[in-house]
């Protein structure tokens, strides 16, 4: 589709130190990272590992102590809607419908009510919101109020789209639907998309390259291309290739996961 | 698993020379009605409502009738009645009443035009919170009866200084109530709206106040019936008419039926101010989960 | 779900139960507790700011109840109106209390009888205007800041009868005199009534002065000590040693004059030059002077006259609405059981 080109994200040693209890606490040390333009990546980790830190620091809502985030070679600073972010709750606007949920970021831009109509309707149309557009939050359940997050994001149309474990209060039925649904979002617009979860059969499913994060401090671990298909549906998950993908994956987690728990 | 493995560790190992735990007895069955938290039937319900007004009313009728107290401390309902139909037919209660609402409505309404906007701001920054928190919390302690005299002297004996008790006795609440309901915004509703590309101002007017507004409705509900709680302190300053001027004017002569009469009118023009606030409430506020 | 009588009827029976005590609780006299003869009655007896009461002050502080046998609490009230509205709801066993305000308590029902008198009021009681206000008649259109219903609200109307005047003709400004004076003196009405000491604060702004007084009307201002009808009947032993007690206290100050206006002056929140100055404006009644008040007769001089006058004056400006019964309001037989 036209419009904005999706971008190319650069984590260049990017470090976030918090003070905890007066002690200085290291939740990432010397991230570098890239993702190409269109690229789907994901970052696993178990909880603990600052994954979520991690988004919060692309997606300028917080200020990294070291390095530099970059977007298309500039640097960046302070949020924007040139990185979309889709937390796991959702923070869909209760008062609003669902409509007006998603043409909240148009309706802020100097555009015709046209044209903002037109984008809503396709964002709508694309998430299956359309027969659900005058529903009020409170009226939805927890997988459609993701796709409102997702659309109201998408529609800005970010250079990168950030997600921060989305599914993670979903169920499986449900989650899985949302895998597709993204997985088929993204096949669409083509965006730059970096997805954070704890689920490792998802991150294989979703990505083309998985960045496994190792805890305390937060630094990667591994970063491993996925050679699946780039059309996939449920169906992958049961192939051989898959599941020795995420056997693997799973373990990297759990060894780098391991050296955080206590000895017991 | 088997379960014989199961019973085999219970008895051996660390757990092996525990005494068997003991069970109370099973709390006897309560009716739904007496259950914490269950719903109760529409029939109930509405049970409820009518005795919570007819006992008191029942109540009353009784105690007045049987003289059990002087008729001068409990005047009969009939009594009551008449002294407000007497009132009416005077044009009286409605000099009064009018006047005690326009007073109300500009004192809070005058408290509600200062506070909403200073409750937002408290709400919002943490700097307006640390700037402004020790004054009003301060200030919400002094009793308003205490500022008459001078009031009487800063603004004189007319109508200013009566809204201006009312004012006094209601602004600091409210805007305390409203910074708190301002403060109950999720933090995520607002980082979103930022990579959504809100600004800063666009946050406060699109995000803060309309999740706030339902919450602030309710604080103004609750502060309104303040302000008529003022109204008889305020009516002391030199006043000619009021329904609390007439509580205090007719108490000289110990006219209790009339008493009674105006603080019926009382809570019945707080009960409809009251439900229109909350009519406002339940229409902007139809999304609150 | 079915309601069950079983669960409504312990909740029935107890709302009853919480109203019956609240019920009982409220009014009733409180004053009263024993027969003749039984543990030893209080009297509670309230006053306010006022020179012709102050003696009562004096008498508590040097003793003189107990020395008569009677056990007497004294109740000062900072507002003079909240004392009479503690008679009428029989809050106190009796009050000190202006005729026409008596009058007033007795129009709405109160049953009160006047045992004494203190003073009349021979100038204590003012009209005082700013600088301007030369006449009576210059009042008119102006607001003038009263106490409702009371004493000087009485006095200002009196005096607004003689120029020609009536209220009509005035703004006034309900205020307790305390505020009134206050008021006054801030510049923020043209006109007070007050009686002494706040007489001092409002002659406090420059320029001001009374252009009429109790002076101009006399036997207009009694001054009493009035009981509930019900405790006279009942407890007239402590009645009498009160009204004993009344005598020999003007007796010690005749005798101690310094140390009884420097206690009088401090109750009076005045300093003792001021309070001397209140000398003229109210007249203490001898027992003489209270007997022939008593007796009956047609001219200003007696109380039942007067009364009678008051009333219907009150009536006709209307401070009450309608005219109250004066049979049996004055019972003299405890100032003339008093050795003269």
């Known amino acids: ?264 | 698993m088997s379960t014989d493995t199961d019973a085999a560790a219970v008895t051996t190992g660390a757990r092996a020379g525990w005494a068997a735990l003991p069970r109370r007895r099973p709390p006897r069955r309560v009716p739904s009605v007496l259950a914490i938290r269950s719903p109760i039937s529409r029939r109930a319900r509405w049970i409820l409502i009518t005795l919570s007004v007819l006992v008191p009313a029942v109540a009353w009728v009784a105690l007045s009738g049987s003289r059990t107290v002087e008729p001068r401390f409990l005047p009969s309902p009939r009594a009551v009645w008449l002294a407000g139909v007497e009132m009416a037919r005077s044009g009286q209660l409605f000099t009064d009443g009018w006047a005690s609402i326009q007073r109300v409505l500009w004192g809070f309404g005058l408290a509600v035009v200062v506070s909403v906007p200073l409750g937002i701001l408290m709400g919002t920054f943490r700097a307006a919170q640390s700037l402004l928190e020790p004054v009003i919390g301060l200030l919400r302690y002094l009793p308003a009866s205490a500022f008459i005299p001078l009031l009487i002297l800063w603004l004189g004996l007319g109508e200013p200084s009566k809204i201006a008790i009312l004012f006094i006795g209601t602004v600091f609440f409210n805007t305390l109530m409203t910074a708190d309901v301002v403060r109950q915004v999720p933090k995520s509703l607002i980082d979103v709206s930022y990579t959504l590309g809100a600004r800063r101002g666009e946050v406060l007017r699109k995000v803060v106040v309309p999740h706030s507004i339902p919450g602030m409705i309710d604080a103004m509900r609750v502060n309104a019936a303040a302000a008529w709680n003022f109204v008889v302190v305020a009516e002391l300053i030199a006043a000619n008419s009021g329904l609390g001027y007439r509580i205090i004017r007719v108490q000289r002569f110990a006219q209790t039926d009339r008493i009674f009469a105006i603080l019926v009118i009382i809570g019945l023009i707080g009960l409809t101010m009251d439900l229109s606030l909350r009519l406002l409430r339940d229409w902007t506020g139809r999304w609150v989960a | 779900m079915t309601v069950r009588l079983r669960t409504w009827l312990p909740a029935l029976a107890g709302a009853l139960l919480l109203i019956a005590p609240l019920a009982t609780a409220c009014g009733g006299d409180n004053t009263t507790n024993s027969d003749t003869g039984g543990p030893k009655t209080k009297v509670t007896i309230g006053f306010s700011a006022w020179p012709g009461w102050f003696p009562w002050q004096v008498a508590q502080e040097q003793g003189l109840f107990t020395k008569n046998g009677v056990d007497v609490e004294l109740k000062y009230f900072d507002s003079y109106t909240d004392s009479l509205n503690a008679l009428s709801t029989n809050n106190v066993s009796a009050n000190s209390q202006t005729l026409n305000d008596t009058l007033s308590s007795v129009s709405g029902g109160a049953k009160q009888t006047i045992v004494l008198v203190n003073d009349n009021s021979t100038g204590n009681d003012q009209i005082i205007v700013r600088d301007g206000i030369t006449s009576v008649a210059d009042l008119k259109g102006k607001a003038v800041a009263v106490e409702q219903g009371t004493v000087d609200h009485y006095l200002l109307l009196l005096v607004l009868q003689k120029a020609g005047l009536t209220e009509k003709d005035i703004q006034v400004k309900s205020l307790t005199t305390d505020a009134a004076a206050a008021a006054f003196a801030a510049g923020q009405v043209d006109a007070v009534g007050a009686f002494a000491p706040f007489t001092t604060t409002a002659l406090g702004l420059a320029g001001s002065k009374a252009i009429a007084t109790s002076a101009d009307f006399p036997g207009a201002i009694p001054d009493h000590l009035v009981f509930t009808a019900d405790f006279v009947k009942d407890h007239p032993t402590e009645v009498q040693a009160v009204v004993k007690t009344w005598y020999e206290t003007l007796d010690w100050i005749k005798n101690n004059k310094d140390a009884a206006v420097k206690i009088m002056a401090k109750r009076a929140g005045v300093s003792v030059d001021d309070y001397k100055t209140y000398d003229k404006g109210t007249t203490i009644f001898t027992r003489e002077q209270n007997l022939k008040a008593f007796a009956s007769g047609t001219t200003p001089a007696n109380l039942d006259y007067q009364a009678e006058q008051i009333a219907e004056f009150l009536v006709s400006t209307g401070l009450i609405n309608e005219k109250p019964k004066l049979d049996g309001l004055f019972e003299p037989k405890f100032v003339q059981a008093v050795p003269g």
Not at chain 1, 23 to 50: K, M
């Open chain 1, 1 to 264: 589709m036209g419009g904005i080109a999706p971008g190319v994200l650069e984590l260049r040693g990017v470090g976030k130190q918090f003070t905890r209890r007066g002690e200085p606490v290291q939740a990432l040390d010397n991230i570098d990272l890239r993702v190409e333009r269109g690229e789907f990546v994901c970052v696993v980790g178990a909880s603990g590992s600052g994954k979520s830190t991690l988004l919060s620091l692309i997606a300028g809502l917080s200020p990294v102590s070291t390095g530099q985030v970059r977007l298309d070679d500039r640097p960046v600073s302070g949020p924007g809607p040139d990185r979309g972010l889709v937390f796991q709750s959702g923070a869909v606007y209760p008062w609003r419908t669902v409509e007006r949920n998603v043409a909240f970021g148009l309706e802020l831009l100097p555009i015709s009510r046209d044209e903002r109509a037109r984008r809503v309707d396709w964002y709508l149309a694309e998430t299956g919101l359309t027969a659900l557009r005058h529903a009020l939050p409170r009226q939805l359940s927890g997988g459609q109020l993701q796709r409102v997050a997702i659309a109201r994001a998408l529609a800005c149309e970010p250079q990168v789209l950030l997600l921060d474990e989305p599914f993670g209060a979903l169920d499986v039925q449900t989650k899985e639907d949302m895998q597709v649904l993204l997985h088929r979002i993204w096949r669409d617009t083509a965006r730059t998309v970096l997805l954070v979860t704890h689920d490792v059969e998802e991150a294989v499913f979703l990505s083309q390259r998985v960045v496994v994060l190792a805890c305390d401090p937060g630094r990667i671990a591994a970063d491993l291309p996925i050679a699946l298909p780039s059309d996939r549906d449920l169906a992958v998950k049961r192939t051989p290739q898959f599941l020795k993908l995420r056997a693997s994956i799973e373990d990297l987690v759990r060894a780098h996961h391991h050296r955080h728990t206590p000895a017991e």
